[in-house]
């Protein structure tokens, strides 16, 4: 194929050239695999990193549902921050797999849904990130301008909401 790009060849050939699921640019398989240890050490970091992000926002999303006390207007943007959290830790586990078989053990479509769900749910967090700044700064802001505005449990749900759709 002249496309410049390599297409999984076999022999003694770089990991990326022996299970790369997609085509690889020749730029990549310039440089030496890394040592098998290295591929141990960042499974095991991936993995208490990522069972820490899980365990903490799973927290998070019981504390917010089962009190009532605590069901306001913000809580809706806390949950919706949790989820999306959770959701890429529980994502990060298939890194964390591959780093402890030396190589990407789940295919093409689990890199294109590995990279979908990352992106997806981090672009969430950063919208939420953001709408929760806005409402924030509105609250400091227009107080003093006018007593009568506030974010009602309804209009932060219908937020959360549209950054899902964002």
Same mark, same amino acid.
């Given at each position: 194929?002249?496309?410049?790009?390599?297409?999984?060849?076999?022999?003694?050939?770089?990991?990326?050239?022996?299970?790369?699921? +997609?085509? *690889?640019?020749?730029?990549? =398989? $310039?440089?030496?695999?890394? %040592?098998?240890? /290295?591929? @141990?050490?960042?499974?095991? #970091?991936?993995?208490?990193?990522?069972?820490?992000?899980?365990?903490?926002?799973?927290?998070?999303?019981? +504390?917010? *549902?089962?009190?009532?006390? =605590? $069901?306001?207007?913000?809580? %809706?943007?806390? /949950?919706? @921050?949790?989820?999306?959290? #959770?959701?890429?830790?529980?994502?990060?586990?298939?890194?964390?797999?591959?780093?402890?078989?030396?190589?990407?053990?789940?295919?093409?479509?689990?890199?294109?849904?590995?990279?979908?769900?990352?992106?997806?749910?981090?672009?969430?967090?950063?919208?939420?990130?953001?709408?929760?700044?806005?409402?924030?700064?509105?609250?400091?802001?227009?107080?003093?301008?006018?007593?009568?505005?506030?974010?009602?449990?309804?209009?932060?749900?219908?937020?959360?909401?549209?950054?899902?759709?964002?």
């Amino acid at each position: 194929m002249g496309d410049g790009l390599s297409h999984g060849n076999a022999g003694n050939e770089s990991w990326a050239r022996r299970w790369s699921p +997609v085509a *690889t640019h020749p730029h990549w =398989l $310039r440089f030496a695999d890394p %040592a098998p240890h /290295v591929h @141990l050490v960042m499974g095991a #970091l991936l993995l208490a990193v990522g069972a820490a992000g899980v365990l903490g926002n799973a927290l998070v999303l019981v +504390v917010f *549902t089962r009190f009532r006390r =605590l $069901r306001g207007p913000f809580s %809706a943007f806390i /949950v919706n @921050l949790a989820v999306a959290d #959770l959701t890429t830790s529980l994502l990060h586990g298939m890194v964390a797999a591959s780093c402890f078989q030396g190589h990407w053990i789940f295919g093409t479509y689990g890199c294109i849904l590995y990279a979908f769900g990352v992106g997806y749910f981090g672009l969430l967090s950063i919208v939420t990130l953001s709408a929760i700044a806005v409402e924030r700064y509105l609250v400091i802001t227009a107080k003093p301008m006018s007593a009568s505005w506030k974010l009602s449990q309804f209009g932060a749900r219908k937020v959360s909401k549209n950054a899902l759709y964002y």
